[in-house]
């Protein structure tokens, strides 16, 4: 193993919130520069967003943490399915095909955040977000942080991802969502023809959309071809696009911070076959 690879996996929840903190911060000057008309608009709800970064953070490094030391424990002990797949030393399966699988896996757990009644409570903070920038990347309730690593560590166990693959996929992971969460809506030939392979803003806009269907479209992470393939797919032009929850239509307040942490019980939860 090289040096620099050594350090980058022996200090890999370091490196990726560094490699985040940077992108992000680069992205959001550069939307600043680029559309300063925006700049006073953008920031109060820059600063609610930023804050979800500390309710998110020990809980995103904690799991981060267990969810590398699984990703080593399954490569020594050979658990998962990759290791029934004939050939798996293969870098083609071991790290191509497991990069699919991972990001395969990844719109599953969107598809479930927004399907299953007590994860939605918790994903819709994010969706609750009245514009799109690079800020709204870290609008994330503290109980989807938990959700979405917990899925992470399920996929883990279930595929028997290495580390290596793991970083790599979770560093494109946070290049594309940051990405894909920047006000740089463009409809040029180029950005179409990129749309039929990876997600881009004009893809994930349209999942931001305010109403139905458009809120349950395009729940792709890093691939768009889940989209395609399993009909989730939809394009909404720009000036149709509206950003934010119908069913949330303001969430100004004294403290928009806290009245979104708040979200997900606004209404007492009870199981399904409770409810009348
Ligand atoms: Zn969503």
Not at 101 to 114: I, K, T, W
Request: glycine letters at 6%.
């Amino acid at each position: 193993m090289s040096t620099a690879l050594g350090f980058l996996l022996n200090h890999a929840t370091m490196v990726q919130a560094a490699l985040f903190g940077i992108f992000i911060v680069g992205c959001w000057t550069l939307e600043n520069a680029l559309l300063d008309a925006e700049v006073r608009r953008k920031k109060g709800r820059a600063r609610v967003n930023a804050l979800f970064v500390l309710s998110a953070l020990p809980i995103q490094v904690g799991m981060t943490a267990i969810c590398m030391a699984l990703a080593i424990w399954v490569t020594t002990q050979h658990w998962g399915l990759l290791y029934f797949i004939p050939g798996y030393d293969s870098p083609w399966i071991k790290y191509g095909l497991m990069f699919i699988a991972l990001d395969l896996l990844d719109y599953v757990f969107h598809v479930a955040m927004h399907h299953v009644p007590l994860f939605w409570r918790f994903h819709l903070v994010h969706h609750t977000d009245q514009a799109i920038d690079v800020s709204t990347t870290v609008r994330e309730h503290p109980g989807e942080t938990f959700i979405r690593n917990g899925f992470l560590i399920a996929w883990v166990l279930l595929c028997g991802a290495s580390l290596e693959i793991l970083v790599l996929r979770q560093t494109a992971e946070t290049v594309a969502n940051i990405l894909a969460h920047t006000s740089f809506r463009l409809e040029t030939r180029v950005m179409r023809m990129l749309g039929w392979l990876l997600v881009t803003p004009n893809i994930h806009h349209t999942h931001h959309h305010s109403r139905l269907p458009y809120t349950n479209r395009n729940y792709g992470d890093v691939l768009s071809v889940w989209d395609r393939l399993f009909g989730t797919f939809a394009d909404l032009a720009p000036a149709d696009t509206v950003f934010g929850l119908d069913t949330h239509a303001s969430t100004e307040g004294d403290d928009p911070y806290m009245r979104a942490l708040a979200m997900p019980f606004d209404e007492p939860w009870r199981p399904t076959f409770l409810r009348r």
